[in-house]
């Protein structure tokens, strides 16, 4: 069984917080979610568990840093194509998150973008072409 990634995020407001991630492509999974909680899938491995404060607290005896004014953590979820790191960005905007709060980071053979959900917290989607990345590597090293 491969190693699943569960993404534990506080959220002010879960409906606000579901419908974001749900409109950026996320699944919703009612087994593992209620009032307090949600399990939203990206994919078979990677998941993020949106918690209100209360339910935050239950699991740390840390403040609950506040998003917008300390990063706590960066995620990156990898994407097919260019586009679809250009499309999910969009997507985020358009659902109430912000676009491009870091640089935009473009290789050539590596593109990434980022948003911030509602909440604050920032996401990066990452494209990489593996064959032309280990051409570059291999470059750099015989250089």
């Known amino acids: ?13 879960l409906d606000r917080a579901n ?11 009612p087994q593992f979610s209620d ?3 949600t399990c939203m899938v990206f994919s078979e491995t990677i998941h993020a568990m949106l918690l209100t404060h209360d339910k935050f607290r239950q699991f740390t005896p ?3 840093a506040n998003a ?3 990063t706590e ?22 659902a109430g998150g912000r676009a491009d709060p870091g640089p935009k ?5 590596m593109y990434g973008r980022s948003f911030e959900d509602p909440d604050g ?3 990066e989607v990452m494209w990489m072409d593996v064959e032309a990345a280990k051409t570059a590597m291999a470059e750099m090293t015989n250089a």
């Open 1 to 13: 069984m491969p190693k699943l990634v569960f993404i534990n995020l506080p959220v002010a407001d």
């Open 73 to 94: 953590v960066l995620v990156c979820l990898s994407a097919d194509s260019r586009e679809e790191v250009d499309g999910i960005v969009a997507k985020a905007a358009a």
């Open 62 to 64: 840390k403040k609950i």
């Open 105 to 109: 980071q473009d290789y050539g053979f």
């Open 35 to 37: 009032h307090t909680a």
């Open 19 to 29: 419908a974001f991630y749900e409109a950026i492509g996320a699944v919703k999974n």
């Open 121 to 123: 917290h920032i996401w």
């Open 68 to 70: 917008r004014e300390t």
